[in-house]
């Protein structure tokens, strides 16, 4: 069992987000998000309980349930705690290895 702790400032609205990703033995990742965002404290609820890491990273994103929850809840597409939900997932579930992610606007 695996953990991702990740901390996400999310730009201009500077709102923080924290997302805790727990792996188990059985492919599945519980999180526990907690946010300055209203929106994403109610993405959040949408993603509780386990959830089977091949879910999680499931292509097309139109089929993927955490931006299916956020597609209910997040009211700007650019937000980047979605994608860094799926990213923590990755890592707590051993598919991918702790490294940092992000982007610089010039």
Do not use: Q, W
């Amino acid at each position: 069992m695996s953990e991702c702790k990740t901390t996400v400032d999310a730009g201009v609205c500077r709102f923080k987000t924290v997302i805790e990703a727990v792996g188990d033995d059985m492919m599945n990742v519980t999180f526990k998000i907690r946010s300055e965002c209203s929106a994403v404290r109610a993405m959040a609820k949408g993603l509780e309980g386990p959830i089977g890491i091949f879910d999680v990273l499931k292509l097309p994103f139109s089929e993927n349930p955490v931006y299916c929850v956020a597609n209910g809840t997040i009211i700007h597409s650019s937000c980047p705690v979605p994608s860094a939900v799926i990213k923590s997932a990755e890592v707590a579930a051993d598919m991918a290895l702790k490294k940092d992610v992000s982007m610089k606007m010039e």
